[in-house]
């Protein structure tokens, strides 16, 4: 009898298909669903209220009814890329991704952060804009000598910070004097009724042409966000022109 080719490629055909699928069958009952190409799903354990179907190449799983999370998601790279393993799934829900705690994130908890560390955006360290700045009077007689209650333009302050330097000084060139000045705060509602902030510690020259203090004893270094700030002479002797600068830190 003659051999027919076809119909033995056929049942050798068949026979391969039903043997997959016998394989498939006895994973999928022994509790997960396996198959052996490289890179591929290799096992995918299934708990309580979820199935799962199997269509060619994909595997869909669907929760058959209730509601929960997912309790955690394990997730490995090798060299077939990434993949999903050690993951106790209960029925559909929700994966919330912590980022982690400040400690995680290498914020420094108190100072400066290091070239390797980083400062959260809501950290209170960072008001009054992140860096130091200056704010200046000046008082300028336009060559005729100053006299006690002369007052400078008030400057109106925006942003909050801590004044941590006083210096006060004269023109480039002057001769040596003596002057205090007090420097003084109000808001807008007081305007032109101020409070003096320098406590005992008023900015002083004597026999000198430029001082500082950074001590600032008994100041009111806090800077009020809206405040108005000038400065005022108290006694001066032989001097035309002075300015007051006060370096204010975040």
Same mark, same amino acid.
């Given at each position: 009898?003659?051999?027919?080719?076809?119909?033995?490629?056929?049942?050798?055909?068949?026979?391969?298909?039903?043997?997959?699928?016998?394989?498939?069958?006895?994973?999928?009952?022994?509790?997960?669903?396996?198959?052996?190409?490289?890179?591929?799903?290799?096992?995918?354990?299934?708990?309580?209220?979820?199935?799962?179907?199997?269509?060619?190449?994909?595997?869909?799983?669907?929760?058959?009814?209730?509601?929960?999370?997912?309790?955690?998601?394990?997730?490995?790279?090798?060299?077939?890329?990434?993949? =999903?393993?050690?993951?106790?799934?209960?029925?559909?829900?929700?994966?919330?991704?912590?980022?982690?705690?400040?400690?995680?994130?290498?914020?420094?908890?108190?100072?400066?952060?290091?070239?390797?560390?980083? =400062?959260?955006?809501?950290?209170?360290?960072?008001?009054?804009?992140?860096?130091?700045?200056?704010?200046?009077?000046?008082?300028?007689?336009?060559?005729?000598?100053?006299?006690?209650?002369?007052?400078?333009?008030?400057?109106?302050?925006?942003?909050?910070?801590?004044?941590?330097?006083?210096?006060?000084?004269?023109?480039?060139?002057?001769?040596?004097?003596?002057? =205090?000045?007090?420097?003084?705060?109000?808001?807008?509602?007081?305007?032109?009724?101020?409070?003096?902030?320098?406590?005992?510690?008023?900015?002083?020259?004597?026999?000198?042409?430029?001082?500082?203090?950074?001590?600032?004893?008994?100041?009111?270094?806090?800077?009020?966000?809206?405040?108005?700030?000038?400065?005022?002479? =108290?006694?001066?002797?032989?001097?035309?022109?002075?300015?007051?600068?006060?370096?204010?830190?975040?």
């Amino acid at each position: 009898m003659p051999t027919n080719h076809v119909q033995d490629r056929t049942l050798l055909a068949g026979l391969t298909r039903f043997k997959t699928f016998a394989q498939r069958a006895i994973t999928w009952l022994s509790g997960g669903v396996a198959t052996g190409d490289p890179g591929s799903v290799t096992e995918v354990d299934f708990s309580t209220g979820l199935a799962a179907t199997q269509n060619g190449s994909r595997l869909t799983v669907v929760a058959s009814g209730g509601s929960g999370t997912v309790t955690s998601v394990g997730i490995t790279t090798g060299s077939s890329g990434v993949g =999903v393993s050690n993951s106790p799934i209960t029925t559909s829900g929700d994966i919330d991704l912590d980022l982690g705690t400040a400690a995680d994130r290498d914020v420094p908890a108190a100072g400066d952060a290091g070239p390797t560390e980083v =400062v959260l955006g809501n950290d209170s360290r960072l008001g009054g804009g992140g860096s130091s700045r200056v704010i200046g009077f000046g008082i300028n007689g336009g060559g005729i000598a100053l006299t006690a209650g002369q007052t400078s333009r008030a400057v109106r302050v925006k942003g909050t910070g801590t004044i941590s330097l006083s210096t006060i000084f004269l023109d480039p060139g002057s001769a040596t004097a003596d002057c =205090v000045v007090d420097i003084l705060t109000s808001n807008l509602a007081n305007y032109d009724t101020g409070t003096s902030i320098v406590a005992s510690a008023n900015p002083t020259l004597t026999s000198a042409i430029k001082d500082e203090d950074s001590t600032l004893t008994g100041w009111t270094t806090t800077i009020v966000d809206g405040n108005f700030y000038w400065m005022e002479i =108290v006694s001066v002797t032989g001097v035309t022109s002075v300015t007051v600068n006060l370096g204010i830190d975040p």
